[in-house]
């Protein structure tokens, strides 16, 4: 019975330290792991930054192909810039890191990438879109105008000038027109000076200067929607004319501020429905644009002053007719903007023709959004595109 209870025990203290010790091996195994996946993410984290560096060296200069070395946190990389064509790289960068165990530890990370143009967004719009109404022709107001500032729901707009130029003369004939800011020329004014005194009647004049005077010609750049599609990064083109009637014949993608809807059309578009067209959106077309119907825009996410959000490039005329509301910045070519009937426009315009503005005629200046002129700002930057992307 005694040598029972001592095997008994000597078998419990056997059984104690056969689990005590796979216990512990457990442990050390799962320490083991933990110790390997964390090294493993050092030398990923080390390979990520050789990566980065390269990205920025590439935007710094492109041409740059130079090896990119380090280390961080103890793990060191290797990145290397392999081209790709003209307009293409690919970055490889691995890293390493060896634990006292002696088994090294090794990450990769490989990238491919296309260059392209990137038009940056300024701080505001060039000169010749300053304005309420720009023409490289003569400005001719009659009938009932009125063009003042838009003061979104929010009141986050400050008074602004809301001013017309015309590079040649600017004429007056109507008694109702009411303008509230300058009116400049390059050439000539046609107006009784009390016609002038009730119709140009600045928001800000501080220095108490005339309302209307003569200025040098403002320089309107040349306006080509084609040539303005292979500069820019087109999401759509249309190669025959273009007939909105509903929503559903717009672009399913909702362009933002960073990245617009681009949408080239080598014909003729035109509204002939109540159209809203939600998002940042620019329209190249490279022959006429006619508005028919109401077009307008919803309130944007956007923090900063209050712009338009939709942009029309026309290469013949743009013609804005019937009972319609007009939110939307245009730059039409060398043809007239025709303005007949009783109309609003929430916006701008631009033309290098003249412009008669007749008829009852209600205009609600909203600034041009930078994001929107792009392509005349004249600041571009290579920007590199990841087109795949891949680690192990």
Known sequence: MGKLILFLVGAIIFAGVYYSTGEKGAQYDTAAKMAADEFEVLARNAALTGLSRAEQQLADNFDNKATVTGTY????????????????VIINSSASITPRSGETVTYDVRAEYERENWFRIADAPPPFMQYLLMAGGDVELSGDVNGQMYEPPDGSSAPTNVDIHSNEDLTLKGKSVRIEGFGTYSSEMDAKDSHVEATFIPNSNPTGSSATYQVSQVTIPTLDPGLMALAMAVDSTTSSDVKIISQDDLPARIGTRDNPYIWHIKGDLKFEADIEIPGYTIFLVEDKLEIKKSLTTPQTSYEGADESTVAFYVGDVAKIAGESEIWAQIFANDLDIDLKGTVEVYGSLVTHGDVDLGGTVDYYYRGASPALTT?????????LVRVAYSEW
């Open 73 to 88: 946190e103890g793990a060191a990389y290797t990145t290397k810039i392999v081209a790709k064509g003209s307009a293409g």
């Open 375 to 383: 392509y005349f700002n004249g600041s571009t930057n290579d920007r």
